[in-house]
Every structure is written in C-alpha cells, then in structure tokens.
C-alpha cells in the first residue's frame, strides 16, 4: 500500500514545480510514484466547470462558495477509484492539490478559519460522505502572499493556457488563505503536514527521503 502525499498552497506557490522536482528525487530512490492534479481540467466535467465558473461563464455559479466547492469534491471522487489503484500499485501517490484546497479557499472566501463551518463540512461531504481516502502526509508549500501573487503575475504573462482565474486575481482572498492553510497545518487537519519553505530552493532529495521513511 502506498503513501498518499499533498502538496497544498497558494497559487503560484510553486505546487507543479514542487511535484516534478519531487517525483524526480522519489524516481532516484527507486520509488514508484502516481502523480495526478486536481483540478483535473480537460479530464472531468466538473472540472472545466471550475474552471468556466473561475473565468465567469454560468451566471452565478463562481459567486457559490458551496457550490464551486461541490463541483471540485465531485472532481475528486470521480478520480478515487484511480487514487485508490495508484496507492495498490505505487509506492507514493502524489497530488498536486486536495481536499484542503477546498477547505482553505472556501473558509477564505466565507471569510471563516478553520475551525468554521465551511472546513467542518468540506470534511463530511469529501472525507465522510464520498469516502477519499484521507492523505498520510500533507506538505505545505509556504510562501508569502505577495511572492505567490509575483510568481503567478509572471506564469499568466509567460504561458498562454493559464490566464489569471477570479481567485488568483483576488489579492485579499490569498492573503486570508495562506491564514487558513497555516492553521490547518497547525492543527495537523486530516493527516500530519510538513510545512516547506517555497521561497528558497526546496531540498527534493532530503524531502522525499523524509516521506518515504517517516519518523
Ligand atoms: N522555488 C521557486 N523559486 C522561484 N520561482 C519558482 C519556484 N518554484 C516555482 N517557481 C516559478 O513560479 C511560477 C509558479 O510555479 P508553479 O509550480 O506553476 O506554481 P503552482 O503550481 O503552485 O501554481 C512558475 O513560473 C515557476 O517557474
Ligand atoms: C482543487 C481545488 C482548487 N481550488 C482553487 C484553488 C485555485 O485558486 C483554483 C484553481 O486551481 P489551480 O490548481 O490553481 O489550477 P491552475 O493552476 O491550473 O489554474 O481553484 C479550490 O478552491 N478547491 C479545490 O478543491
């Protein structure tokens, strides 16, 4: 049975690079590794939903806290059964973005922490009710608000398929997220969470030695 590691964090925080570098360092140890990104646009339904929500299209559907977050829970549990093969098969399943995701964008968009409502029942509907598998490890990618927000100002101007979405455009909402992510953190929510510093360059070796041989 494999281990099922998050990488979470803000937009532009350094997730994607973070999980190559990673998959690489684990490939090195003579791991196997399953990858998978959530959103999974171009893949589900409710995914490129998400997206055309983000990017104002369907009304008032981007405005629905509750809502959006439903579309990217139904996301997830239309990718379990190909989480739950990649932990018989691998020795790590890696995601890029999880069930905190919707907690923490969720309770800052309610302008709630995460001992609110909105964290409570993002757990029952993901966790409780659609049965995802709870993860043994979640990395927090750590970086300021205004390094994030640097970072993906440069990647909408550099690659043309990731425009600024309605989130990522919303400086004060990434500004109470990452408060969110760090009490989520804190409080160890749903698996332990390592907290990586993304503002210096990540030591990928060390780091995967560390969750392929926790304490
Ligand atoms: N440690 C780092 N230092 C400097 N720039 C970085 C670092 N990690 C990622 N970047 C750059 O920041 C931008 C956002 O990174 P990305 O991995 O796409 O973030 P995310 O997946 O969290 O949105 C990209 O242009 C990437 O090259
Ligand atoms: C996966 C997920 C993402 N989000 C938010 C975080 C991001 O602001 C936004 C889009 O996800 P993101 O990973 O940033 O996609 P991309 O980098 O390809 O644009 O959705 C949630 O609110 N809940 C979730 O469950």
């Known amino acids: 049975m494999g281990r099922l590691v998050v990488i979470e964090g803000l937009d532009g925080a350094g997730k994607r690079t973070l999980t190559e570098g990673l998959t690489k360092a684990l490939h090195d ?14 893949e589900s339904v409710h995914a490129d939903l998400v997206r055309e929500g983000l990017h ?13 977050a439903l579309l990217y829970a139904l996301d997830r549990r239309g990718a379990a059964a190909d989480i739950q093969r990649g932990l018989a098969t691998s020795d ?19 302008h709630q922490d995460a001992d609110g409502e909105f964290v409570r029942w993002v757990r029952e509907i993901e966790i409780g009710r659609f049965g995802l598998p709870s993860p043994d490890t979640q990395l927090l990618l750590r970086v300021s608000p205004e390094v994030a927000a640097e970072r993906a100002e440069r990647r909408a101007r550099t690659e043309a398929d990731r425009p600024k979405d309605s989130f990522e455009a919303d400086d004060d909402l990434q500004v109470r997220c990452a408060r969110v992510y760090d009490q ?19 030591d990928t070796a060390a780091l995967a030695l560390s969750l392929v041989h926790p304490e």
């Open 29 to 42: 140890l003579g791991k196997t590794v399953s990858t998978l990104a959530f959103p999974r646009y171009g």
């Open 56 to 68: 104002r299209e369907h009304g008032d559907l981007g405005d629905s806290v509750y809502g959006m």
């Open 92 to 110: 790590v399943v890696l995601l890029d973005r999880y069930v905190a995701s919707n907690a923490a964008y969720g309770a800052a968009r309610l």
């Open 184 to 202: 989520l953190a804190e409080r160890s929510w749903l698996s332990p969470w390592h907290v990586v510093d993304g503002t210096t360059g990540t």
